[in-house]
């Protein structure tokens, strides 16, 4: 029995919970993944979270994760935990972290970057902490100028 005003949301089976994303940014998470046809998506909004305050949750059926969306995830939501979900369970747990490489996972915000003009794959190296450099224009952006 749930508690009158309690939003109740199915489980799902098969999928993926990714949680702790900061409050407003689900929406954000959702547009960067490729979610099958048919598949259940439930995303939670301003939920109460006792060490963020509040936050965002995003469930998807029948979904994994590839490490170009894992790291997609961190570059907009540095804290979120990712839930696999088999048979109704949770099967592994773990927190997203940018590596120190990205590959083709961020558009270069320098419109002259070359990269936005010829079909290139990206690629950035971390230089210090939420810092990545271009390889191609050589310039240095912060991890929030480099989500989608
Ligand atoms: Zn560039």
């Known amino acids: 029995m749930s508690m009158a005003g309690e939003l109740v949301v199915e489980k799902i089976e ?19 993944l490729k ?23 995003l469930k998807i ?11 997609r995830i961190a570059l907009v939501a540095p ?16 927190v997203v972290c940018l590596p120190h490489e990205l590959h083709g996972v961020a558009r ?3 419109p002259k970057c070359i990269t936005n003009s010829e079909r ?13 450099r271009c390889y191609y224009c050589e310039m240095l952006f912060d991890t929030n100028e480099l989500s989608l």
């Open 35 to 57: 979610v099958a046809a048919g598949s259940k998506i439930a995303l939670l909004m301003n939920v109460t979270s006792k060490r963020l305050g509040s936050k965002d949750i």
């Open 108 to 110: 270069c915000p320098n």
């Open 61 to 71: 059926s029948e979904k994994q994760l590839d490490e170009k969306e894992v790291n």
């Open 120 to 132: 290139i794959e990206t690629r950035f190296a971390q230089e210090e902490k939420n810092k990545f």
């Open 79 to 94: 804290n979120a935990t990712l839930n696999i979900i088999k048979n109704g369970s949770v099967v592994e747990k773990s």
């Open 14 to 32: 098969n999928g993926t919970v990714i949680d702790h994303i900061p409050a407003g940014m689900g929406m954000k998470v959702l547009s960067i």
